[in-house]
């Protein structure tokens, strides 16, 4: 039996080291934010579960309000739940094959 | 009411890049149970989807102190810790106040983690315990669980000629937390995202008392049968048909934060099912007699549910 010194601190993983992992790669789906159209609720930020939807939080232009700025592509599984959640409707879902073929252009 | 512009300026502290499924809800519930937080906040995962998703060797998604050790014994850590930190305070070791958060699936807390669940909150320890209730062992391959509800499709109750999913009724289990006398304890859904924050908020003070508890209602993927970004729109309609009523329970007094019945949005289950592939046996024609017997079951805890929170039944 182990004594009270030689008791293991099991694994250990400093916390958000998991910000380190894409898991962009999975997506099929790419969300494109309309910001033209967007009211900057929040909804999107709150309800994104892979963290995903960038802000700004305390926004000159939203008067001190956050504000959305874009996706954080490298962890966005497409899953579309910001589109689905947003009262306005000003984020579209395209493919994301789609997507890559503009991105090379640019 | 939340203000959620307010809320959002909160730091993140269940970040991206772990390997839960696209579209499953339960980080959304974790990460809001982490910002609704009003101290510094030490938490217990049990064995599940989000424990293990979120934290793969040798990377972790948490930005707080988080531990796990079994499944069985969610509870009995956060017990552990709350009174080594109680005894680090007196003897001047430390001097700091945390806040202890539990967040279990059902798995961990209807079944297998309700023994230490229970004694620790006999015991007086103060923690907030959240679960997110996918109604299966979604995790190893959607297993039954005793949050499944009636009728679904699992891998340990298939479908076949004779039996048509699973034969028992769902555990009704934020009312075993009713009998444990708690300050505080609600049952949420995350399509009514300020009453759940409301909720998580009202949890936490509740700990400076006693043990507190919130069930989150949080649709699987893959077990269900279900789209990717359908998670909030099923919660939802669980919320509409009754299948998962709001209601919090503060210092005995059952309240019904939203009655569907009230403003006429009220729909009938199969709006729910019919969504979802483990329920696709019952949209047959010959199996309309286990829709009415589905029907049949949600109605009656909802009228018991209305009796209790004071509503009268006879009217509508």
């Known amino acids: 039996m182990l004594s009270k010194q030689e008791i293991s601190t099991g694994a250990q993983a400093r916390g958000g080291s998991s910000e380190d992992f894409n898991t962009g790669s999975w997506r099929a789906l790419r969300p494109i934010i309309d910001t033209s159209k967007c009211i900057h609720c929040m909804l999107c930020y709150l309800y994104c579960p892979d963290n995903a939807v960038c802000i700004i939080k305390e926004s000159a232009k939203q008067n001190g309000n956050p504000e959305v700025t874009g996706v954080d592509l490298k962890h966005c599984k497409g899953c579309s739940i910001c589109s689905q959640v947003c009262p306005v409707h000003c984020i579209k879902m395209i493919p994301e094959e789609e997507a890559k073929k503009v991105d090379k252009k640019d | ?316």
């Open chain 2, 1 to 316: 009411m939340v203000n959620i512009k307010e809320f959002a300026k909160r730091e993140v502290k269940l970040v991206g890049g772990h390997r839960l499924c696209a579209g499953c809800p339960a980080p959304t519930i974790g990460k809001l149970a982490l910002m609704a937080a009003d101290k510094e906040v030490i938490v217990s995962s049990a064995t599940g989807c989000l424990e293990v998703s979120t934290t793969i060797y040798p990377y972790s998604a948490w930005k707080v102190p988080w531990m796990h050790t079994a499944f069985e014994n969610t509870a009995a850590n956060i017990a552990g810790v709350e009174t080594a930190v109680k005894v680090l305070n007196r003897k001047g070791i430390i001097k700091k106040d945390f806040r202890y958060l539990c967040i279990a699936g059902d798995g961990g807390t209807y079944d297998i983690g309700l023994q230490a669940l229970s004694g620790a909150i006999e015991r007086g320890h103060k923690f907030l315990y959240v679960c997110y209730d996918n109604e299966s062992y979604s995790n190893t391959g959607i297993q039954r669980s005793s949050a499944t509800p009636l009728f679904a499709n699992t891998t340990t109750d298939p479908v076949g000629d004779i039996r048509k999913g699973k034969q028992e009724l769902r555990k009704n289990f934020t009312e075993i937390m009713v009998a444990h006398n708690m300050k505080y304890i609600a049952q949420a859904a995350l399509s009514n995202i300020q009453d759940m924050i409301m909720k998580l908020e009202k949890g936490y003070k509740a700990t400076d008392h006693t043990a507190a508890f919130i069930n989150i209602f949080s649709p699987c993927i893959p077990g269900w049968g279900i789209h990717d970004g359908d998670a909030v729109m099923l919660s939802k309609i669980a919320v509409d048909t009754c299948f998962w009523p709001l209601y919090e329970v503060e210092d005995g007094q059952y309240k019904l934060n939203y009655n569907p019945e009230e403003s006429g949005k009220k729909i009938p289950i199969i709006e729910f099912l019919k969504l979802q592939s483990r329920f696709r046996h019952l949209l047959d024609p010959k199996n309309a007699d286990l829709i009415a017997e589905f029907q049949k079951d949600v109605d009656d805890r909802w009228d018991k549910l209305k009796k209790k929170c004071g509503i009268r039944t006879d009217l509508v």
